[in-house]
């Protein structure tokens, strides 16, 4: 009987060495990253003066359609912000679906969620991120969009191959951003494309939107396995 439980007891060490030896192998930490080698932008609030101007460009509508949201599905809006998409999202995905809120900024999180509470969205959840980590649930998510944030990711290769996890083998990632510098908070498409690819995700499409000097880059993950290895990144330069 003792050994028995011996057993029980050794097998139950080697199991659990092995899950944290599996979660350690899907994250890694931020030193582990190579700095962009491009300006990163300050945390600002949105550039549009109201969410009605916002409105009327036709973002979000746009993005909705290109990347096929719909109901059901798991959205994960990363640098959600004050919630504008998150808002809009979420009625779109509806009760079977769900979206996941993600910031780094405390005051931007304790914003949004009130403004979540107020409105009832009971299909949203908020996720208080690293700037090299999302921190989201594994396997959990079908579409990830970055909006108007990208260049102000302190630690995008950190945080593009953490967010690798959470999404499903067909997971579709969309990032939002404007035809400027970093520095101008935009981010040029051929920097954008060098910095994904350097992590190992593919471009799907890409499009200009209309009603703003910005566009909508889709792009595939690599799987788990297939990520590149954080040591062997290479930061991408501008120009």
């Known amino acids: 009987m003792r050994a028995s439980i011996a057993a029980v007891l050794v097998a139950a060490l080697i199991a659990s060495a092995a899950a944290q030896e599996f979660t350690a192998a ?3 930490p931020a030193n582990a990253f190579p700095k962009p080698g491009r300006p990163v932008a300050a945390i600002v ?6 969410e009605k101007e916002r409105d009327n460009a036709g973002e979000s509508a746009q993005l909705v359609r290109l990347l096929g949201v719909k109901p059901g ?3 994960a809006d990363i640098g959600a912000g004050s919630g504008y998409y998150v808002v809009r999202l979420s009625p779109v995905v509806g009760a079977r679906g769900r979206i996941l809120a993600e910031d780094v900024t405390p005051a931007y999180l304790r914003k949004l969620r009130n403004r979540v509470n107020d409105l009832g969205l009971e299909n949203v959840t908020i996720i208080s ?3 090299h980590d999302p921190m989201l649930p594994i396997g959990s998510v079908d579409v990830a969009i970055l909006v108007h944030m990208y260049h102000e990711i302190a630690q995008p290769y950190g945080l593009m191959y953490n967010l690798v996890p959470s999404l499903k083998p067909d997971a579709r990632i969309g990032i939002v951003d404007a035809f400027a510098p970093t520095s101008e ?3 040029p498409p051929d920097l954008l494309r060098c910095e ?3 992590v190992g995700y593919r471009e799907i499409s890409f499009d200009r939107l209309s009603g703003s000097n910005a ?3 889709i792009f595939a993950p690599p799987s788990v396995e297939s990520r590149t290895p954080p040591q062997a ?3 991408c330069k501008p120009g």
């Open 26 to 28: 899907k994250h890694a």
């Open 45 to 50: 609030s949105p550039v549009w003066r109201d």
């Open 73 to 75: 599905i798991t959205v």
């Open 129 to 131: 991120g690293a700037p």
């Open 185 to 187: 908070h935009g981010t």
């Open 196 to 198: 994904l690819a350097s």
């Open 215 to 217: 566009y909508l880059a």
């Open 233 to 235: 990144i290479v930061a």
